[in-house]
């Protein structure tokens, strides 16, 4: 199924540049510049393609200078207490200084992790039945089986393959 998912380069270089961007402020924490071209970058490449990143990826990222959040290191975390029932966890940025709250709620499931969210489980529509005599009829469900017949030999294929 990984084969068939759109942009796949797009979304390793999205990876590649999350990690990259990781991988320089371990080295080197002072290099906070070079982080923040990465995850630009990525932020810009998943914006003009139109994907979606992970929510656990954009909670490490500054939605303001697009510095990646780092505890202790880019970003400071504390747990904050609103009314008498409500606590959240506040990440402020050390760059420009941007707080991001979210809130502590242990019943709340992201959408992402939502079983109605994965393809394999929803429900795929039902096709027509195609009657092959007066006595049977075949309900065809799912796309056709794939067999060395559908597999093109190599006098079908032309020139364009090797």
């Known amino acids: ?24 402020l371990a080295h080197n924490p ?24 992970d929510p656990s990826v954009k909670r490490t990222i500054c939605k303001k200078c697009c510095s990646l959040l780092v505890p202790g290191m ?8 609103y009314g008498r029932k409500h606590r959240a966890t506040v990440t402020r940025c050390l760059s420009c200084g941007h707080s991001k709250r979210l809130l502590n709620n242990p019943e709340h499931r992201l959408w992402v992790d939502q ?22 009829s075949v309900s065809q469900s799912g796309p056709p089986a794939v067999g060395p017949s559908a597999i093109p030999t190599s006098s079908q294929r032309g020139h364009c393959g090797p």
Do not use: W
């Open 74 to 81: 880019t970003a400071t975390v504390r747990q904050r207490r």
């Open 30 to 53: 002072e290099n906070v510049e070079l982080a923040r071209f990465y995850c630009f970058t990525q932020r810009t490449i998943s914006r003009r393609l139109v994907l979606r990143q």
């Open 1 to 24: 199924m990984a084969g068939n998912i759109k942009d796949k380069e797009a979304l390793q270089r999205i990876n590649f540049l999350y990690q990259a961007a990781h991988c320089v």
């Open 115 to 136: 079983p109605e969210a994965q393809l394999e489980n929803q429900a795929q529509p039902e096709r027509k039945t195609v009657a092959k005599g007066p006595e049977s």
